[in-house]
Nanobody, 124 residues
Framework: QVQLVESGGGLVQAGGSLRLSCAAS????????MGWFRQAPGKEREFVAA????????YYADSVKGRFTISRDNAKNTVYLQMNSLKPEDTAVYYC?????????????????WGQGTQVTVSS
C-alpha cells in the first residue's frame, strides 16, 4: 500500500503560479498511475490531471489544459503539478491519488489511494 502526502498549496493572486508536490512512501511510485484531483466548497471532487507510470502520457481537464503541467520523478517517488496563470476558479483543495495499473483513469472512483489534500486559494 502506498501513502501520499501533498504539499505546496497556499494563497496566490490571480495570474500567479504554484507547484504542488505529492510524496509517496510505502511502495515505489513507479508502480502507480498518478492523478491530481480538486474539490471546491460545495462541489464534487473533479479530475485535474493524470500521468502514466513512465510519465510518457499525460491527461488534463479542459479547464486547466495549457496552464497546468503534471510530471513525475520516480527516483524521488514524487509527482508534481505545476500550476500557472491561476484563476480564482482554481481555488480548491487539491488531492493526489494513485492506482496500481498501467491504464490511466480520469475518474475519482478508479483511484484507491489518496492523500489528505492541500489548499490552494487564488485571490482576484
Amino acid at each position: 500500500q502506498v501513502q501520499l502526502v501533498e504539499s505546496g498549496g497556499g494563497l496566490v493572486q490571480a495570474g500567479g503560479s504554484l507547484r504542488l508536490s505529492c510524496a509517496a512512501s510505502g511502495r515505489t511510485v513507479s508502480s502507480y498511475t498518478m492523478g491530481w484531483f480538486r474539490q471546491a466548497p460545495g462541489k464534487e471532487r473533479e479530475f485535474v490531471a493524470a500521468i502514466s507510470r513512465s510519465g510518457g502520457s499525460t491527461y488534463y481537464a479542459d479547464s486547466v489544459k495549457g496552464r497546468f503541467t503534471i510530471s513525475r520523478d520516480n527516483a524521488k517517488n514524487t509527482v508534481y503539478l505545476q500550476m500557472n496563470s491561476l484563476k480564482p476558479e482554481d481555488t480548491a483543495v487539491y488531492y493526489c491519488a494513485a492506482r496500481p495499473s498501467t491504464i490511466v483513469f480520469l475518474t475519482t472512483s478508479e483511484y484507491p489511494y489518496w492523500g489528505q489534500g492541500t489548499q490552494v486559494t487564488v485571490s482576484s
